[in-house]
T-cell receptor
C-alpha cells in the first residue's frame, strides 16, 4: 500500500489567496483526520471524518477553514483567504475501525504551507 | 492549561544512555496512551501504546502509565543515534478516533 498521500508537499502563497490541500487515505480506512503542526502549538487536530461524514470540527480555527470528503478516497482542506499565521505543516491521517481496542492512525508526509 | 503537557526539550544524550520522556495530562477519561515518533520533515509514526495503567515493553522501549497521577513515561534503553527524533505522547479516550497530542520532546542521541 502506498500509505496516506498528500499534495502538494510544499505550498508558498501570498496572503489573501485560496489554498487547497489534498489527501488520499489508505484504501479501506474509514476515518480521516486533518492536523496542523507548528512549533508553538504542536500537533493540533482540526477535523475528522468517519465514513466521509464530519464528526468533530471543533479544532477548525475559524470560518476561513473548510474541509470536505466527497468520497472514501479523497479529502480536501481549504483556506480562504489565507493569512501568514496559517503557515504550518498540515498532516492528513487515516485509520480503520478494527477489532482491536486501539486503531492506529497512519500519517501522510504533510504539506508545508508558507503564507507570505 | 493544556490537556496534555510535554517538555519540548531539546534533550541531548550520549549514545547508550537511558532516556526518560514524560507527559502529564488532565483528562481522567483517557484510557489509551500512545507514543508517536516523528523524524525530521516526516509524519508521526506509532511507536507503541498502552491501555490503562501499567508498563509495556517493546525491545529497548518501555511505556509506563500512572493514571493516579496522570503521568505518562517512555523509557529508551541503550539509546542510538537512530533514536534522534521528536517523541509525542497522545492519549485517547478510546477507539483510536480522537488523539490529543503533546507538543513533543525533541531528542538527539550523539555519538
Amino acid at each position: 500500500d502506498a500509505g496516506v498521500i498528500q499534495s502538494p508537499r510544499h505550498e508558498v502563497t501570498e496572503m489573501g489567496q485560496e489554498v487547497t490541500l489534498r489527501c488520499k487515505p489508505i484504501s479501506g480506512h474509514d476515518y480521516l483526520f486533518w492536523y496542523r503542526q507548528t512549533m508553538m502549538r504542536g500537533l493540533e487536530l482540526l477535523i475528522y471524518f468517519n465514513n466521509n461524514v464530519p464528526i468533530d470540527d471543533s479544532g477548525m480555527p475559524e470560518d476561513r477553514f473548510s474541509a470536505k470528503m466527497p468520497n472514501a478516497s479523497f479529502s480536501t482542506l481549504k483556506i480562504q483567504p489565507s493569512e501568514p499565521r496559517d503557515s504550518a505543516v498540515y498532516f492528513c491521517a487515516s485509520s480503520s475501525t478494527g477489532t482491536g481496542k486501539y486503531n492506529e492512525q497512519f500519517f501522510g508526509p504533510g504539506t508545508r504551507l508558507t503564507v507570505l | 492549561q493544556k490537556e496534555v503537557e510535554q517538555d519540548p526539550g531539546p534533550l541531548s544524550v550520549p549514545e547508550g544512555a537511558i532516556v526518560s520522556l514524560n507527559c502529564t495530562y488532565s483528562n481522567s477519561a483517557f484510557q489509551y496512551f500512545m507514543w508517536y515518533r516523528q523524524y525530521s520533515r516526516k509524519g508521526p509514526e506509532l511507536l507503541m501504546y498502552t491501555y490503562s495503567s501499567g508498563n509495556k515493553e517493546d525491545g529497548r522501549f518501555t511505556a509506563q502509565v500512572d493514571k493516579s497521577s496522570k503521568y505518562i513515561s517512555l523509557f529508551i534503553r541503550d539509546s542510538q543515534p537512530s533514536d534522534s527524533a521528536t517523541y509525542l505522547c497522545a492519549p485517547s479516550t478510546g477507539g483510536g478516533n480522537k488523539l490529543t497530542f503533546g507538543t513533543g520532546t525533541q531528542l538527539k542521541v550523539e555519538l
